[in-house]
Every structure is written in structure tokens, then in C-alpha cells.
């Protein structure tokens, strides 16, 4: 089976630009994830839906930051401005949501994101 | 105070040794625990669950003290491709939130 499939695996830009990062989550998974780590930091949700609703985005940093989930299939996280403080990995996740909430989630393999 | 702390380490033990990690977690409405593993530039992935009654996986057990709000992780006999970062995770399940410590790193050296 396709795991969650993030899209670019790494980005390189200057500041000031727009960063569109792109997740696929796991095919009949209805909540996805996504997450900020550093080495400061650690990771961090940014936010999370559920059947592509938002359903918690107090982690997202500010309003530079915004995230869609138009399908069940897709969802994208966008910054703009971009800053250099936001350079990280990022990091989307996806769960089946079953009973009891005790769903394991499977992360992507991140996008490595650097702004100049 | 962070919700879920661990030690970052590193653990540098020798291949075959025993090794423990340690985790507390601050908010006692946490009802879900994890251990993932995270090797270097590669995504977190699940290890194991972490149950009120203990368990085990192979040479992983994994142990959870409510009344201390402690949860640890047992390796044995460790191997070289136990070298990671181990992260420690906690949930509350009215949010599905999950709240990963910043990890203990371990190096099993030969």
C-alpha cells in the first residue's frame, strides 16, 4: 500500500515567497496531520482535520500560515510571506479515525524546507 | 514545563546491552501513549503502543505508571539498527492530538 506522499521533498527559496507544500494522505484514512519539527522545537502540529474539516489549528505559528483539505485525497499548507524562522521539516500525517481514538498515524517522508 | 519530557541523551551503549528510556507526562487527562522512532532525516514511525498493563513487543517493553504519570521503554539485547531517536508520545483522545516528547537519542555502538 501507498504510504502518505508529501511533495517536495525538499524546497530551497528566498523570503518573501510563497511555499505551497502538498501532502496525499493514506488512501481510507479520514484524519490528517500536519506537523513542524526543528531542532529547537521538536515536532509541533500545526493542525489537524478530520474528513476535511479543520479541526484544531491553534498550532499554526500565524496567519502567514494556512492549510487546505479540499478532498479526501489532497491537502496543501501554504506560507506567505515565507520568513527564515520557518525553515524546518514539515511534516504531513494521516489516521483512520476507529474507536476509541487509539489510531496509530503515519507520517510522510517530510518536506525539508529552507527560506534565505 | 513541556507536556511530555524525556532525556535527549545520547545513550551510547554496546551492541547486546539492555537499555532503558524514561518519559513523564504532565497532563493527567492523557489517555493514549506511544513510542515512535525516528531515525536521522527520516520520518517518525510507530514503534509500539503503550498499554496500562505493560507490554512487549520482541526485545521492546514498554511500561506505564499512571499514578506517576511515567511511561519507559525497555530495549534488550540491542542491536546496531536500534540506533535512532525514540519519542516518547501522549494523547489526549477527546482531541486525537498527539503530543510528542523531543526524543532520547540512542547509539548502539559495535
Known amino acids: 500500500d501507498a504510504g502518505v506522499i508529501q511533495s517536495p521533498r525538499h524546497e530551497v527559496t528566498e523570503m518573501g515567497q510563497e511555499v505551497t507544500l502538498r501532502c496525499k494522505p493514506i488512501?481510507?484514512?479520514?484524519?490528517l496531520f500536519w506537523y513542524r519539527q526543528t531542532m529547537m522545537r521538536g515536532l509541533e502540529l500545526l493542525i489537524y482535520?478530520?474528513?476535511?474539516?479543520?479541526?484544531?489549528d491553534s498550532g499554526m505559528p500565524e496567519d502567514r500560515f494556512s492549510a487546505k483539505m479540499p478532498n479526501a485525497s489532497f491537502s496543501t499548507l501554504k506560507i506567505q510571506p515565507s520568513e527564515p524562522r520557518d525553515s524546518a521539516v514539515y511534516f504531513c500525517?494521516?489516521?483512520?479515525?476507529?474507536?476509541?481514538?487509539?489510531?496509530?498515524?503515519?507520517f510522510g517522508d517530510g518536506t525539508r524546507l529552507s527560506i534565505l | 514545563r513541556k507536556e511530555v519530557e524525556q532525556d535527549p541523551g545520547p545513550f551510547n551503549v554496546p551492541e547486546g546491552a539492555t537499555v532503558a528510556f524514561n518519559c513523564t507526562y504532565s497532563?493527567?487527562?492523557?489517555?493514549?501513549f506511544f513510542w515512535y522512532r525516528q531515525d536521522c532525516r527520516k520520518e517518525p514511525k510507530l514503534l509500539m503502543s503503550?498499554?496500562?498493563s505493560g507490554n512487549e513487543d520482541g526485545r521492546f517493553t514498554a511500561q506505564l505508571n499512571r499514578a506517576s504519570q511515567y511511561i519507559s521503554l525497555l530495549i534488550r539485547d540491542s542491536k546496531l539498527s536500534d540506533s535512532a531517536t525514540y519519542l516518547c508520545?501522549?494523547?489526549?483522545?477527546?482531541?486525537?492530538?498527539?503530543?510528542f516528547g523531543s526524543g532520547t537519542r540512542l547509539l548502539v555502538r559495535p
Open positions: 500525517a494521516s489516521s483512520r479515525r476507529g474507536q476509541g481514538g487509539n489510531q496509530p498515524q503515519h
Open positions: 488512501s481510507g484514512h479520514n484524519s
Open positions: 482535520f478530520n474528513n476535511n474539516v479543520p479541526i484544531d
Open positions: 497532563n493527567s487527562a492523557s489517555q493514549s
Open positions: 503503550v498499554y496500562s
Open positions: 508520545v501522549a494523547r489526549m483522545d477527546s482531541s486525537y492530538k498527539l503530543i
